[in-house]
């Protein structure tokens, strides 16, 4: 999957620029707090739906405007894609091929995308909220069917957790197991789907993090909880576990099992990572992840997807800038960086600067 080209209008602090990518490393350089990093948003915003670093729409929008506009051309080995985000206030509305989509789920898997910056040391030093982030996004995108079943099992579990907020203990007893029999069936989608995704993950993880520490330390990746069986006998326990814990879920006033508060551990050395680990350990655990991912894109996929690297290098020693590089060989690039540094990237790479929301040519 290459990216043809990419049009801003009134995003972020960019008036209306067009940028235009190659197949392989795009470098976009330039001072700090210039526009590079709105860029790497705004590709992975047509990927995904959502922002690696805004919340809110109206946040995208640039000061003093109403509205924005963001446009790419891809090229994939199903043919070519154009998507167009047009970002309100309030709202927004994303065409595929000229087409409106009403759901989120249409936009996953037209331009796919694996984003990493300096942020992502939350994956490994944070809570089980970033690790479960990092699956969510991912695999959501490789499978329409898990995102659709996220989404219901999150809706259902609010309605869940707001009916244990009732003081009628005797209703809500009466009425959880109408909630639980379609919580354990999208649950069941969940869980399998992830255990289906740290299985490929994991081998390729600690292949990845083995070369860019010269195998001086090893990396373990394991589901926290793992369901053995296969749908439904994954659903019957999970049926189970809910029923289980009736009595602390109405004294704590939410549900305190399921896969919203499953967590990924993340061993080097044998030493979990988020207790034990330096800050460049961290660093080094979370870019073999994400180039993990990209491995198993291009296995689902048949292709690999934009890789957007937002201000890496700077974290990173010369070796490891070029073991990076050795890497993503193949994979067209995103990176962003404040020198584009002849002696790593080399003559013919796609450099592009950026000053003041614009490319200087």
Request: glycine letters at 8%.
């Amino acid at each position: 999957m290459n990216i043809k080209n990419l049009y801003l209008k009134n995003f972020r602090n960019y008036a209306e620029e067009t940028f235009s990518f190659d197949g392989g490393l795009n470098v976009l350089y330039g001072k700090n707090a210039q526009g590079k990093t709105n860029c790497a948003e705004a590709v992975f915003y047509l990927c995904t739906g959502t922002s690696p670093r805004a919340k809110k729409e109206k946040q995208l929008i640039r000061t003093g405007e109403d509205a924005a506009l963001i446009r790419a051309e891809a090229e994939g080995r199903f043919g070519s894609v154009r998507i167009e985000a047009d970002i309100y206030e309030n709202r927004r509305e994303i065409r595929v091929n000229g087409m409106k989509i009403g759901k989120n789920a249409d936009l996953l898997g037209n331009i796919d995308g694996v984003f990493f910056s300096p942020s992502e040391l939350r994956l490994v030093q944070d809570g089980p909220d970033e690790r479960r982030r990092f699956m969510n996004v991912s695999v959501s995108q490789m499978s329409k069917s898990y995102y659709t079943a996220l989404v219901r099992y999150n809706k259902i579990l609010e309605q869940r957790n707001a009916l244990l907020k009732n003081r009628d203990a005797e209703l809500v007893l009466e009425t959880l197991p109408v909630w639980d029999a379609q919580l354990s069936r999208y649950a069941a989608e969940i869980v399998l789907k992830r255990q289906e995704f740290i299985a490929d993950l994991a081998p390729i993880a600690a292949e990845r993090h083995a070369f860019l520490t010269d195998g001086a330390e090893t990396l373990e990746v394991i589901a926290e909880k793992k369901y053995a069986g296969g749908r439904e006998e994954i659903e019957r326990k999970l049926a189970e576990e809910f029923a289980a814990g009736y009595e602390r879920d109405l004294r704590l006033g939410f549900t305190a099992c399921g896969p919203h508060r499953d967590d990924l551990k993340i061993l080097i050395g044998g030493e979990e990572a988020r207790v034990y680990g330096s800050q460049g350990q961290a660093r080094t655990a979370a870019l073999a992840l994400k180039l993990a991912e990209l491995e198993i894109f291009k296995a689902r996929a048949g292709e690999y997807p934009v890789l957007i690297l937002d201000d890496v290098m700077s974290e990173l020693d010369l070796p490891r800038r070029r073991k990076l590089l050795a890497c993503i060989g193949g994979v067209q690039t995103i990176l962003t960086c404040t020198h584009a540094e002849k002696v790593l990237f080399g003559k013919t790479v796609n450099k592009i600067r950026i000053s003041g929301g614009a490319i200087r040519r």
